[in-house]
């Protein structure tokens, strides 16, 4: 039998393929909103082309040329922006529960969580699946910590044993190595340097980035000298010298996860209503009120946060917990820190997918999948106004927005 040239193959799959599509793919355009780009540009009048889960256009509505037979769709007087990224949270350990997180967290315009290091490893196939209506999932695996009762983590006493842990990690194919390099006030042994060092060589070996979860400023130090990727808390125990700042200033490839804690003051979290139970509200008002000391500890990371932002360090979001609604109060707490509502949609969009790895997200762009958000409201005016949703799109399918998951 005479063999088929590969060209030829291939304009015989293209053929085929063709047969098989519809023969009136109808895409979607997006037409007249602001279009805020996760990279730091702004079109005032833009339209987005849509065409099933992917971008296809995204720019001013005098440059982008919609296709015959598209779906055209008035957004006039609205803002869109991409989808959330959350770098730093703890899912639920069971399938069923870990759906209902996922599919809440696209309720509320987060496209993509990760799972830092608590996770039950039975779900980590879970990464690979395409739930529908559901953010997708990223899993840090195990995270490593010296022994601490109850904790699903590697527990090591040793350089050696740290190796061992990256290694298994390596062997789930987790994106992100956690480390927690903190006493917990005392209460269990910290991970020494020396341990460190250990991890984030055989990590950086297997092409694995390491993150830390720290509480004290000597060890932010020790841990940057020792080639760490990513800080999954800021500094906690006292505002940052300028050695610090100067380390992070002479490291442009770490990322912060700044987490800030609760601010300790009342705020108004009416908007979070219609999303939640009233029993589940009424739980959350009940822990609502001023606590001077928790503002306290809050001020020391928020000072310590705008540091690192006029220093240029790269800033993402993240809640920790499993809040799905989080990233809103985080961000809000972001700007209240010092930092620029721009600032903090580029942390929470753009840079989380990069420092996460995903490609196709963040930005609102061709090629890009169709993950965004329609706003009634400018957050660039107002960074609260990301809680005035209209509607999100995930993968190119409005999310159900009529109740919540």
């Known amino acids: 039998m005479r063999p088929i040239h590969a060209a030829a193959a291939a304009a015989i799959t293209l053929v085929i393929a063709g047969l098989a ?18 990279d730091g540009r702004v079109i005032e009048n833009g339209t987005l082309v849509v065409e099933g889960s992917r971008i296809t256009q995204a720019g001013a509505a005098a440059d982008v040329k919609v296709p015959a037979g598209t779906k055209r769709v ?37 496209s993509a969580a990760m799972s830092m290091g608590t996770d039950n490893i039975e779900l980590l196939p879970m990464r690979d699946e395409v739930i529908p209506g559901a953010a997708r999932f990223l899993s840090a695996g195990r995270g490593i910590t010296r022994p601490e009762p109850l904790r699903p ?24 190595i956690k480390i927690w390099v903190d006493d917990r006030n005392g209460k269990v042994p910290k991970i020494t340097p020396s341990q460190y060092a250990a991890i984030i060589d055989e990590a950086h070996k297997l092409k694995i980035q390491v993150t830390a979860h720290i509480f004290e400023m ?68 009940a822990e609502n009120t001023d606590r001077p000391k928790v503002n306290a500890f809050h001020g020391i990371q928020a000072r ?32 209240l820190a010092g930092m620029t509502p721009a600032q ?6 753009r840079n989380g997918a990069a420092y996460l790895q995903i490609a196709d997200a963040g930005t609102l762009e061709a090629g890009k999948s169709a993950d965004f958000i329609v706003l009634d409201a400018n957050p660039l005016d107002n960074i609260t106004n990301t809680r005035r949703i209209s509607q999100v799109v995930l993968r190119g399918a409005a999310v159900d927005r009529t109740q919540a998951p």
């Open 153 to 176: 983590t590697h527990q090591i006493n040793s350089d050696d044993e740290g190796r061992k842990a990256v290694q298994a990690n390596a062997a789930l194919k987790v994106q992100i």
């Open 74 to 110: 008035s957004v006039t007087g609205k803002t869109v922006m991409p989808m959330m990224i959350d770098t730093h949270v703890h899912l639920s350990g069971k399938r069923e529960t870990m759906i209902r997180d996922l599919k809440q967290r696209a309720y509320w315009g987060v």
């Open 218 to 285: 000597e060890d932010a130090k020790g841990l940057m000298r020792a080639g760490l990727d990513s800080f999954a808390h800021g500094v906690r125990d006292k505002d940052v010298d300028d050695e610090t700042v100067a380390m992070f200033k002479q490291r442009p490839h770490l990322y912060l996860i700044p987490n800030l804690p609760d601010r300790g003051v009342k705020v108004d979290r009416s908007w979070l209503q219609p999303g939640m139970s009233a029993e589940e509200f009424a739980k959350l008002e």
């Open 21 to 38: 599509a519809p023969a009136h793919a109808q895409g979607t355009a997006y037409e007249g909103a602001r279009l805020i780009m996760g």
């Open 344 to 349: 903090v949609i580029v942390a929470a969009t």
């Open 304 to 335: 310590n946060l705008a540091k690192m932002n006029t220093a240029g360090v790269r800033i993402t979001m993240g809640t920790d917990g499993n809040r799905p609604w989080g990233p809103h109060e985080e961000m809000e707490d972001m700007v």
